[in-house]
């Protein structure tokens, strides 16, 4: 599960980037891929088995014209949902397929989205 994790997570950088450079921001895929790994292994210190991957919303909050403090107001909102235990009381009234379609919808959208503005080679 190692290798396959790490491929989505490569996969899903890669996507975010050229997300960003759709939006008009240029950032370096290596760097990008080496801060996720950084932050992978500051997660792991603290117990996390989940690995790390840039924010793939990057051109909807660009219009929006959000800045660092909506990535910081996000994490700090969902904090307490998490750590007082209302998530398990969400994920237990809502229905888990009804969880599922929209996480394959919002998946196959992005996806579809980064494959219309990467430009095609063959």
């Known amino acids: 599960t190692l290798l396959s994790t790490a491929i989505a997570i490569a ?3 890669i996507q975010c980037v050229e997300s960003a450079k759709r939006a008009g921001d240029f950032y370096p895929t290596h760097e990008t891929m080496f801060v996720d790994g950084i932050g992978t292994l ?3 210190f603290f ?3 989940l690995s790390m991957t840039a924010y793939i919303g990057q051109p909807a909050m660009k219009k929006m014209s959000a800045k660092q403090a ?3 107001i996000n994490g700090f909102s969902y904090l307490p949902l998490c750590f007082l235990g209302v998530s398990s009381v969400l994920i237990s009234v809502i229905a888990v397929v ?4 929209v996480v394959i919808f919002i998946g196959l959208v992005i996806c579809s989205d980064t494959l219309a503005i990467t430009p095609q080679q063959h």
């Open 42 to 44: 500051i997660a792991t």
């Open 11 to 13: 996969i899903g950088t």
């Open 98 to 101: 009804a969880i599922n379609s």
């Open 70 to 72: 909506y990535s910081l």
């Open 47 to 49: 117990g996390s088995i």
